[in-house]
C-alpha cells in the first residue's frame, strides 16, 4: 500500500485500477487513502448505461477495424 502513499504526497488526485480483479479493493482503497478510485469495470458499465438511453451505438466508419492479412505481413 506504500506505492498509493508515495502516489498521493507526489500529487495524484485519483486512483485507476487496471483490472478487473482488484475491484472489491476500490472501497478499502478509497477509505484508506481519501483518493477517488476509478475501477474499469464498473465505469464501463456506467458509461454503457448513460450513452444507451442517447441511442449511441458502435462506430461504423471502420476506422478500428482489424487490419488486413496483408497489411500485417508488409
Known amino acids: 500500500m506504500g506505492y498509493y502513499r508515495r502516489a ?3 500529487g495524484a488526485e485519483s ?3 487496471g483490472c478487473a480483479g482488484m475491484a472489491d479493493f476500490a472501497r478499502d482503497l478509497e477509505a484508506q487513502h ?3 478510485v476509478v475501477e474499469g469495470v464498473g465505469a ?3 458509461l454503457a448505461g448513460r450513452l444507451a438511453p442517447l441511442g ?3 462506430s461504423r466508419s471502420g476506422v ?4 488486413s492479412r496483408a497489411h500485417l505481413l508488409r
Open 56 to 58: 449511441a451505438n458502435t
Open 64 to 67: 478500428r477495424a482489424r487490419p
Open 44 to 46: 464501463a458499465i456506467g
Open 8 to 10: 498521493k504526497d507526489r
Open 34 to 36: 481519501g483518493l477517488p
Open 15 to 17: 486512483i485507476v485500477l
